[in-house]
């Protein structure tokens, strides 16, 4: 009785944009990719290919779902909520588990270090912005050019990563000497991010305190 029937759900899904319909999704396909990821010490190649298709299909539907919502005029306040959440959900699982020995072959994994680079970087931003909403009633939102390149990056490591043995039978150790120095770009990007959502985050705090001395003014 509790299991929603198909002509309820009708309804829901068409109350979502289809941008909103893409990025759920991507959301969805975590789960497949991520089981894909945990199958790799066991099955070895054909998990890592379904692992691999399927990071390219996401990574596709986040650029198609950003594009639909420019042309189609359809960008919302739940895309905004979704599209990052979506997007931290992948990096962040992904990133710890091919930092795991027991998950990920020595020649594809991450630096433990890049684990809380990311880790700590996107924390900090929801503390941020919970300490911001408690302090102003206010959810402000909004990527910073660093922000938007830290996740840009992140995702080239995860995928430099699914593809290092490829690149290693181009030459060896090829493959760890890239995921390597996309994992040291990251971490710079992920501390320049910090600081900027920082910064971002002080200035709507000083925003509000100036509104509230001049309406207290008046």
């Not at 150790?173 to 992920?190: E, H, K, R, Y």
Request: aromatic share 6%; proline share 6%.
């Amino acid at each position: 009785e509790m299991t929603p029937t198909p002509h309820k759900l009708r309804p829901l899904l068409g109350a979502l944009t289809w941008p909103n319909r893409i990025t759920l999704l991507r959301l969805v396909l975590v789960i497949p990719f991520v089981m894909a990821l945990l199958q790799m010490r066991e099955h070895g190649n054909p998990a890592r290919y379904i692992a691999v298709g399927l990071f390219v299909f996401m990574a596709l539907s986040d650029a198609a779902d950003g594009i639909l919502a420019r042309v189609l005029n359809q960008r919302s306040a739940l895309g905004m909520i979704l599209d990052p959440l979506a997007d931290k959900v992948l990096i962040i699982c992904s990133t710890i588990l091919l930092a795991i020995p027991a998950v990920t072959p020595e020649v594809m994994r991450l630096p433990s270090w890049v684990v809380v680079a990311v880790v700590a970087k996107d924390v900090w931003v929801m503390m941020g912005c919970e300490v911001i909403f408690l302090v102003t009633g206010k959810l402000y939102m909004g990527p910073t050019p660093s922000g938007k390149l830290s996740t840009v990056i992140q995702a080239l490591m995860v995928g430099f990563a699914l593809i290092a043995p490829e690149m290693n039978a181009i030459h060896d150790g090829l493959g760890q000497t890239i995921v390597l120095i996309a994992s040291g770009t990251v971490a710079l990007l992920c501390g320049l991010a910090i600081m900027s959502y920082t910064r971002l985050g002080l200035g709507h705090l000083a925003d509000v305190q100036r509104e509230q001395s001049t309406e207290n003014a008046d």
